[in-house]
């Protein structure tokens, strides 16, 4: 199943929390697992990526966490600022370089 | 330094009309791709290619056509526009996976 669940769809954070945002697939041959970040009127822009056989990437205020066995992945941005209010897309590239995105989410982190 | 140039920004085609959209990349990257974002919606990947020469299907790909004879340019075409096709089209290029969109091209069918 070439599927890429995302939740929650919109999420509400105060400025200097934490934004989570989940996603989780089942085809064990996705091989690799990129975040875009999207600001409206715009093409989405690569965020942060990680490969299944690291368990955690952090890069500034983004982490993704990776949990294999689970098969489930998750964006942490640390410190949120009204200006990562945005649209945030997990996805995951298959083994045939098929790269399938997740529905979104929609962040907005409010002063 | 244009990254991913996507022409026309805009485009109003009547039902059954055909048009070309067009994607140009600059920094000679063997992987492209057309996605189509409805609204409120995520991206559906239309058509990749890993290479010039190279196409293949991805997960929305009846309607549309692609061709890819230069590493920089990978042009999508619409045949018999239809309603259900009204969308925002983004190309996009990489070294594996998507690492530069364009701004993609907004389109009505009427």
């Known amino acids: 199943q070439q599927q890429v669940k995302q939740s929650p769809q919109s999420l509400i954070v105060q400025k200097g929390g934490i934004s989570i945002i989940n996603c989780a697939y089942e085809n064990t041959a996705f091989d690799y697992f990129p975040w875009y970040q999207q600001f409206p009127g715009k093409g989405p822009a690569l965020l942060i990526a990680i490969r299944p056989d690291v368990s955690e990437k952090k890069e500034g205020r983004f982490t993704i966490s990776f949990n294999k066995s689970a098969k489930q992945f998750s964006l942490h941005i640390m410190d949120s600022q009204p200006g990562d209010s945005a649209t945030y897309f997990c996805a995951a590239k298959t083994s045939y370089d098929k790269v399938i995105f997740g529905p979104g989410t929609s962040l907005s982190v409010i002063p | 330094n244009a990254g991913v140039t996507q022409t026309p920004k805009f485009r109003i085609l009547k039902i059954g009309q055909s048009m070309t959209l067009q994607c140009t990349q600059d920094?000679?990257?063997?992987?492209m791709y057309w996605y189509r974002q409805d609204p409120g919606m995520g991206l559906k990947l239309i058509y990749y290619s890993v290479g010039a020469g190279i196409t293949d299907k991805g997960e929305v790909p009846n309607g549309y056509n692609v061709s890819r004879s230069t590493t920089e340019d990978f042009p999508l075409r619409l045949e018999l526009a239809a309603p259900s096709q009204t969308s925002v089209y983004f190309c996009?290029?990489?070294?594996?996976?998507?690492?530069?969109f364009g701004d993609g091209t907004r389109l009505s069918i009427l």
């Open positions: 996009a290029s990489g070294k594996g996976t998507p690492q530069h």
């Open positions: 920094m000679n990257h063997n992987y």
